[in-house]
């Protein structure tokens, strides 16, 4: 089965360091994968994709994601948080038919 | 280019009430979506949409209906609105040509009492 994984509810991290948001998944074939970011009462805001290609993947607001095939992991990774990125943030596996699965999120806090 | 618009952007409704949530978007997008997001749970596909005329069911469509009488309205119906509906709902589309890439809708809160 098709599925997605983010293993931490929230991650807590002071600004200026730097941050990891976990996702795994499992998939038959080549995945998709996505993250967005939700700001508070807000819709969910695409921030990078991996689709083929190198295995680090840069996105919006200096984030960047590193796919790793053997792992099946695609975490999300920025070398140095400040407080404005702290957000709700999902990985998404897109499963073929115009269809996504999205994880259950992770909430980021990054404290000044 | 507003992109997906959703109105309204709050409603409190009263049980067994029914309402209509809308959804627009203005990039002449093929494909459009209706979710629903559950604290902790992601979001969950209620109905979705390939083109005018077109729906199909998601992951959790009972409550729900929708209608596609054009490419750029996407509606939401909910018919006897009940507590298990208090959520937020987010409307998409994707292109035709990049099916996997979804532009959202900035939501709207739902609470049935």
């Known amino acids: 089965a098709q599925s997605v994984a983010q293993p931490e509810d929230q991650v807590n991290v002071a600004e200026g360091n730097p941050l990891t948001v976990k996702c795994t998944y499992s998939v038959s074939g080549n995945p998709y994968l996505f993250w967005y970011v939700q700001y508070p009462n807000r819709g969910l805001q695409f921030l990078l994709k991996y689709i083929t290609g190198d295995n680090l993947v840069k996105g919006s607001y200096g984030f960047e994601a590193e796919f790793n095939k053997s792992q099946t992991s695609f975490h999300l990774k920025k070398p140095s948080a400040l407080v404005s990125d702290s957000a709700l943030y999902f990985c998404?596996?897109?499963?073929?038919?115009?269809?996504?699965?999205f994880g259950a999120g992770t909430r980021l806090f990054v404290k000044a | 280019n507003a992109g997906v618009t959703q109105t309204p952007k709050f409603r409190i409704l009263k049980i067994g009430q029914s309402m209509t949530l809308q959804c627009t978007q203005d990039?002449?997008?093929?494909?459009m979506y209706w979710y629903r997001q559950d604290p902790g749970m992601g979001l969950k596909l209620i109905y979705y949409?390939?083109?005018?005329?077109?729906?199909d069911k998601g992951e959790v469509p009972n409550g729900y209906n929708v209608s596609r009488s054009t490419t750029e309205d996407f509606p939401l119906r909910l018919e006897l609105a009940a507590p298990s509906q208090t959520s937020v709902y987010f409307c998409?589309?994707?292109?035709?040509?990049?099916?996997?890439?979804?532009?959202f809708g900035p939501g709207t809160r739902l609470t049935v009492t």
């Open positions: 998409a589309s994707t292109p035709r040509d990049r099916g996997y890439e979804q532009y």
């Open positions: 998404a596996l897109y499963t073929g038919g115009f269809k996504t699965i």
């Open positions: 949409s390939v083109g005018a005329g077109i729906t």
């Open positions: 990039m002449n997008h093929n494909y």
